[in-house]
């Protein structure tokens, strides 16, 4: 009863009254990352939501567009000004994504939507974590945020689905506050894309294959 009506319903009404509250530190983001980002402060991007169905997500931009003498983009790291790092060391970014949870394409607890590019690279296990909406932050993200394995990040996610109830939420908000308030798990690029992971993977596998059929 909880998953299937409660939760959307709580989703909806806190997103709202979070959005009401929080508007003036909004506001002033929004002027500073417009400042900060010399243009628009947001940054939108496509994610697969529940049963992979494809929505906007958006968050406060933390990288800049500088580029280099040739015109293209530079690394990540080196275009994470003082002030996007802020937002994520607070997970500030985040915030925008009250709007997602407001119109239904997520939840304020779920697992993190990830990029479109790495669904075909999903087991069938780790897909379950599709099965619900995804969240604002979720049970790996109390549970390491970016300090974890690929593999770690999905079996996290895979047992809040199994054991989502009112209980398992009220936790994972309590351990949220508690690493984002020391900071813990926070890494620039601590781990590779997964799509690339996952095909070193398969590639690795296929060798070993061949090797073992060799001898």
Same mark, same amino acid.
């Given at each position: 009863? +909880?998953?299937?009506?409660?939760?959307?319903?709580?989703? $909806?009404?806190?997103?709202?009254? *979070? @959005?009401?509250?929080?508007?003036?530190? @909004?506001?002033?983001?929004?002027?500073?990352?417009?400042?900060?980002?010399?243009?628009?402060?947001? $940054?939108?991007?496509?994610?697969?939501?529940?049963? &992979? %169905?494809?929505?906007?997500?958006?968050? $406060?931009?933390?990288?800049?567009?500088?580029?280099?003498? #040739?015109?293209? @983009?530079?690394?990540?790291?080196?275009?994470?000004?003082?002030?996007?790092? $802020?937002?994520?060391?607070?997970?500030?970014?985040?915030?925008?994504?009250?709007? #997602?949870?407001?119109?239904?394409?997520?939840?304020?607890?779920?697992?993190?939507?990830?990029?479109?590019?790495?669904?075909? +690279?999903?087991?069938?296990?780790?897909? %379950?974590?599709?099965?619900?909406?995804?969240?604002?932050?979720? +049970?790996?993200?109390?549970?390491?945020?970016?300090?974890?394995?690929? &593999?770690?990040?999905?079996?996290?996610?895979?047992? +809040?689905? /199994?054991?989502?109830?009112?209980?398992?939420?009220?936790?994972?908000?309590?351990?949220?506050?508690?690493?984002?308030?020391?900071?813990?798990?926070?890494? @620039?690029? *601590?781990? &590779?894309?997964?799509? &690339?992971?996952?095909?070193?993977?398969?590639?690795? #596998?296929?060798?070993? %294959?061949?090797? /073992?059929?060799? %001898?």
């Amino acid at each position: 009863m +909880y998953a299937k009506f409660f939760k959307r319903l709580i989703d $909806f009404t806190l997103s709202l009254c *979070a @959005l009401i509250v929080l508007s003036p530190i @909004l506001l002033i983001l929004i002027i500073i990352g417009a400042v900060a980002m010399k243009g628009n402060p947001f $940054f939108t991007q496509k994610r697969p939501g529940k049963n &992979e %169905k494809i929505f906007r997500l958006i968050k $406060f931009r933390t990288m800049t567009n500088a580029k280099d003498k #040739n015109g293209n @983009l530079l690394p990540d790291e080196d275009r994470v000004c003082a002030y996007g790092n $802020f937002l994520r060391k607070t997970s500030l970014d985040e915030l925008p994504e009250l709007l #997602n949870i407001l119109v239904g394409d997520m939840s304020i607890i779920g697992p993190r939507p990830l990029l479109v590019k790495y669904l075909p +690279y999903y087991t069938d296990e780790e897909r %379950k974590r599709h099965s619900i909406s995804p969240g604002l932050t979720g +049970y790996a993200q109390a549970h390491g945020r970016n300090a974890i394995t690929w &593999e770690k990040k999905f079996e996290l996610d895979v047992w +809040y689905v /199994e054991h989502l109830t009112f209980a398992t939420d009220i936790k994972v908000i309590i351990d949220t506050i508690k690493v984002v308030l020391s900071h813990d798990g926070v890494a @620039l690029n *601590a781990l &590779e894309d997964f799509d &690339e992971y996952r095909k070193k993977q398969q590639l690795q #596998n296929a060798d070993s %294959k061949i090797g /073992e059929s060799a %001898k």
